[in-house]
C-alpha cells in the first residue's frame, strides 16, 4: 500500500536497523595486503591506514563485506590468486580482478595524474588522457558489475574516494532504491581550478548519484556546491540539492582517529623503552626533537619544510647542537618521475642542510627513507617535543592527531598547516602559512621555547575533541545521516506524482465536465536558460496547449513574465494568459489586457538607480523592467556573491517598500519589486472561485507557485514541479515530466 504524506512510522532505531541492513564499504584498495613471505607462503596483513582503521570495527560485524581492487596480482598464479580470494572472503572482503592495464590507466593515469595533483592544487602536474580516462570510467563499472551482484535489498553501499566518483550514479541506476553514501578523503578544489577537468560534469553527476556525499571541512563542501551550481545546473538550499526528484545532502565530517589505539600504545612499555633509547641511539643526548612524518609527495610541502629549517639554523646559531629534524619520509609512487624528482631534491636538501650545519657530534636532520611499524611511529611521537605538519595541502591529516594522541597528559607542540583539513579543527595548534617560509620559521622557535604549562594549555582542548570525536563515530555519524536522508526522501516520495496517482488524476480529468489547467511558464512548461529571453516555447508545446485548449477545458498560463513576451510567444494560442505574476490578465476571446485593480509605476524612478548600481557591482546579474515591477536577475552570478548581494539588496529596500505600497518577492534566482498584493494566489482565484469548474490543476515551480498552491481548494490537483518544500500536494521531477502528463491529459 503507498503511503500518504501525512502517515507517521515509529522512529527507526540503531539496533533495528543494524538487524535488516549490510554494510558494503567500497574503496580503490581492500583493508589487506597479499604478499609472499621469506618461505614463499602466501600471508595478509592488515592496512594500519586511517580508512581501514576508521571502518575496521563496522566492517568487522557479522555480515559486512568490503569490497576493493586486490592489487597487482602479478606475483601471483591463478591458485594462489583464488588461495588469496578464498582468504579475503572468510575476512569479509570481496576482491575486483582488474584488468592491468586499465589498473594502470585508471590508478597510476588518471586517478593520480590527473584527479590526486588537480584536487590538491597542482596543476603543472596534472596530465589529462583520454584512454586514462576511458580506463577510469571502465574500472568504475566493473566495481559497479561486483556491487550489483551481491547486493540485497536494505544493503548501505558506501563509496570511498576519488578512485571512484563515476561509482554512485552506475549504482543509482542499477540500484535506484538503495541506500548510497560517497566521502571524499583529499580536498575539492575551487571551481576555478576544478574546471580545468575535460570530464568535469561526468565526475560531478557521478558523485550526485550518492544520497549523502561527505568531506572532511566545510570549504570543500563549498567548492563542491559551487561546481554543482555552475558545472551541473544544480541548485542547493543549505546543502541540500535535488537530483533527478531525489534528495541529495552534501555536508562535512571531519575524520577522526582510534584515539585511544595511540594512547595506549605510548604508554606501552617497550615503546617508553624505545623513546628513551633513541637519542641514545641517535647521539642526540640534549637535544630537542622536531619530527616530520610524510608520505613522499609534492602536495607535503617536505623541501618548504627543509628551507625553513635551514634558515631557523641560520638565524639561531645557539639551537646548534640543541635541536634534531627527524624527517621519516615513506615512500611512494617511485615509478612517476616527478615523485623521483621529488625524491633526489629531498635527498640534495638534508645532505645541504647536513653538510652546512654539522658538527663533529650532531648532524640536525636525521632522515629516514622507509616506513615505519605502528610501536616505532608512536614511540617517535612520543619521544618528539615538537610535530612539524606543514602539507601545502592536505585533505585532512591524520599524523597531527596521531602526535597528539601519543602526547595525552604531557606536553608536545603542534606546528599545523593552515592548508591541511584538520587546521579546522585543531585551533589551539601553531597554525602556519606553509608557503610563508618566514611564518614556518617563527613557529619553529616558538614552538621549541615554549613553556610546558602553554603547552599542556594548547594540547588539553585538542585532545578532548580528539577523544570524542574517533574514528568510529566519524563512521556512525556519517551513516546516521545517510539513513537521516533516506527518511526525508521517504517523506518526499510519498508525494510525488506516480504511475498510481496518475491514473487517478486521468480519471477525475475524465470523469469531469469542465476543467481549468492553470500553468506556469518557465520551469514548468520550458526548462530555465541563463538568458531568460531565449525560452520561447518550441512548437510540440504549442501545438500540445491547442490540443488541451477546448470547450472543456481552459488552459491558463499564470506567468511572472511581462505581456508583451506572452503575448508574443502563446497570443495566437486559445489560453487565457495572466502576466507579471497577477497584474494583467487577457481572456482568450478578447484581444485586450486587463489590470487586476488600478496600479502606479511611479515609485520605479526612485528604485531604479539602486537596483541599476547592483546589476554594475554584481558580474553576471541584469535589470527587467516590467510595466508595474523591476526585476533582478542573478541566474549567471556567482553563487556566494548573488548571495551577499540578495541580503544588501533587502536591507538597502525592505524599510521604505512597505510605506509604498511595494513587496520585495523572492522568487528562482530573481528579486522582484512590485505591488503588494499582487501575486499569483490572488490572479488564481478568479478560476478557483468558479463554480462551473469540477476539476482544478495548478503547476508551478517556484516560490511564487506557492501562492496558487495555498489559494487552491482542497478538490485542486497541485504539482509542484522540482524539489524543495512546497505547499503542493504533489510533485514532479522536472518539466519534462510536467509536459508527459499534460500529453497524457490531452490524450484523454
Same mark, same amino acid.
Given at each position: ?347 640534495? @636538501? ?154 487517478? @488524476? ?243
Amino acid at each position: 500500500m503507498t503511503k500518504t504524506s501525512d502517515e507517521s512510522e515509529p522512529m527507526e532505531t540503531e539496533l533495528d536497523r543494524s538487524a535488516q541492513e549490510r554494510l558494503i564499504i567500497v574503496s580503490n584498495r581492500l583493508p589487506y595486503r597479499a604478499s609472499h613471505d621469506a618461505e614463499g607462503h602466501i600471508t595478509l596483513e592488515r592496512s594500519v591506514g586511517g580508512l581501514a582503521s576508521g571502518l575496521g570495527p563496522l566492517h568487522e560485524q557479522d555480515g559486512n563485506l568490503w569490497i576493493g581492487w586486490m592489487g597487482d596480482t602479478a606475483d601471483f598464479d591463478e591458485a594462489e590468486q583464488a588461495d588469496v580470494a578464498a582468504r579475503l572472503a572468510a575476512c569479509g572482503c570481496l576482491p575486483v580482478l582488474l584488468d592491468p592495464a586499465d589498473a594502470e590507466a585508471y590508478y597510476e593515469g588518471l586517478s593520480n595524474s590527473a584527479l590526486w595533483p588537480l584536487f590538491h592544487g597542482f596543476p603543472q602536474f596534472v596530465r589529462f588522457d583520454e584512454a586514462e580516462w576511458e580506463a577510469y570510467r571502465r574500472v568504475n563499472e566493473r566495481f559497479c558489475d561486483e556491487i550489483v551482484a551481491v547486493a540485497r535489498p536494505g544493503d548501505v553501499v558506501w563509496v570511498q574516494d576519488y578512485h571512484l566518483m563515476l561509482l554512485p550514479t552506475l549504482l543509482r541506476a542499477k540500484l535506484p532504491d538503495a541506500t548510497i553514501g560517497f566521502f571524499l578523503h583529499i580536498p575539492f578544489p575551487d571551481y576555478e581550478t576544478f574546471r580545468m577537468l575535460p570530464w568535469r560534469e561526468d565526475i560531478v553527476r557521478g558523485v550526485l548519484g550518492a544520497d549523502l556525499i561527505g568531506f572532511h571541512a566545510y570549504d570543500y563542501v563549498r567548492h563542491f556546491l559551487s561546481s554543482c551550481r555552475r558545472i551541473a545546473g544544480v541548485e542547493n538550499t543549505s546543502g541540500a540539492l535535488t537530483v533527478d526528484g531525489r534528495l541529495t545532502q552534501v555536508d562535512a565530517f571531519p575524520l577522526g582517529i582510534d584515539y585511544e589505539r595511540y594512547r595506549q600504545a605510548a604508554r606501552k612499555p617497550e615503546v617508553q623503552r624505545a623513546a628513551a633509547a633513541f637519542a641514545e641511539e641517535k647521539g642526540h643526548e640534549g637535544c630537542k626533537v622536531m619530527l616530520s612524518v610524510e608520505r613522499l609527495d609534492y602536495s607535503k610541502g617536505i623541501p618548504n619544510r627543509l628551507h625553513a629549517f635551514d634558515i631557523f639554523l641560520d638565524r639561531h646559531p645557539e639551537w646548534e647542537g640543541r635541536v634534531v629534524l627527524v624527517l621519516v619520509t615513506v615512500p611512494s609512487r617511485e615509478n612517476v618521475a616527478s615523485y623521483r624528482a621529488l625524491k633526489k631534491q629531498i635527498d640534495e @636538501l638534508v645532505g645541504l642542510i647536513n653538510g652546512k650545519h654539522s658538527t663533529m657530534d650532531w648532524s640536525p636532520v636525521d632522515y629516514y627513507y622507509r616506513s615505519l611499524s605502528f610501536d616505532r611511529l608512536a614511540s617517535l611521537y612520543a619521544v618528539s617535543d615538537v610535530m612539524l605538519v606543514t602539507p601545502l595541502r592536505d585533505g585532512m591529516n591524520l599524523v597531527c592527531k596521531e602526535y597528539l594522541a601519543c602526547h595525552d597528559g604531557g606536553g608536545g607542540v603542534l606546528v599545523l598547516s593552515e592548508m591541511a583539513g584538520a587546521s579546522y579543527e585543531l585551533h589551539e595548534a601553531l597554525r602556519v602559512n606553509p608557503f610563508d617560509l618566514e611564518d614556518v620559521v617563527g613557529a619553529m622557535e616558538r614552538a621549541l621555547t615554549m613553556g610546558t604549562d602553554e603547552q599542556r594549555r594548547r594540547n588539553a582542548p585538542m585532545q578532548q575533541r580528539l577523544a570524542r570525536y574517533t574514528s568510529e563515530k566519524w563512521a556512525r555519524e556519517f551513516l546516521d545521516a545517510a539513513h537521516g536522508v533516506k527518511q526525508r526522501q521517504a517523506g518526499m516520495s510519498a508525494r510525488l506524482l506516480g504511475p498510481t496517482t496518475a491514473v487517478r @488524476l486521468l480519471d477525475a480529468f475524465r470523469g469531469s465536465g469542465r476543467r481549468a489547467l492553470m500553468l506556469d511558464y518557465d520551469g514548468t512548461l520550458m526548462p530555465f536558460s541563463d538568458d531568460p529571453g531565449r525560452v520561447v516555447p518550441d512548437s510540440r508545446l504549442l501545438e500540445l496547449l491547442e490540443r488541451l485548449s477546448s470547450e472543456e477545458t481552459d488552459i491558463v498560463v499564470v506567468s511572472g513574465r511581462d505581456r508583451n513576451t506572452l503575448e508574443t510567444w502563446l497570443g495566437a494560442l486559445s489560453v487565457d494568459l495572466v502576466a507579471e505574476h497577477g497584474v494583467w490578465f487577457r481572456r482568450k476571446e478578447e484581444d485586450a489586457w486587463m489590470l487586476e485593480e488600478p496600479l502606479s509605476d511611479g515609485w520605479k524612478e526612485a528604485l531604479r538607480p539602486v537596483l541599476c548600481d547592483f546589476v554594475d557591482r554584481t558580474p553576471g546579474s541584469l535589470l527587467e523592467e516590467k510595466d508595474f515591477s523591476l526585476v533582478w536577475h542573478y541566474r549567471t552570478c556567482s553563487q556566494e556573491l548573488a548571495e551577499r548581494r540578495v541580503i544588501e539588496i533587502k536591507n538597502a529596500l525592505s524599510d521604505g517598500l512597505a510605506d509604498q505600497g511595494l513587496a520585495l518577492m523572492d522568487g528562482n534566482k530573481v528579486l522582484e519589486i512590485k505591488p503588494r498584493g499582487v501575486d499569483k494566489g490572488h490572479a488564481a482565484h478568479r478560476w478557483f472561485r468558479n463554480p462551473m469548474y469540477d476539476f482544478l490543476l495548478a503547476a508551478g515551480d517556484d516560490r511564487t507557485d506557492e501562492d496558487v498552491f495555498e489559494a487552491a481548494p482542497e478538490t485542486a490537483w497541485t504539482i509542484k514541479v522540482g524539489g524543495g518544500p512546497t505547499h503542493a500536494r504533489y510533485t514532479l521531477k522536472d518539466c519534462r515530466e510536467m509536459r508527459g502528463l499534460l500529453e497524457a491529459l490531452a490524450e484523454v
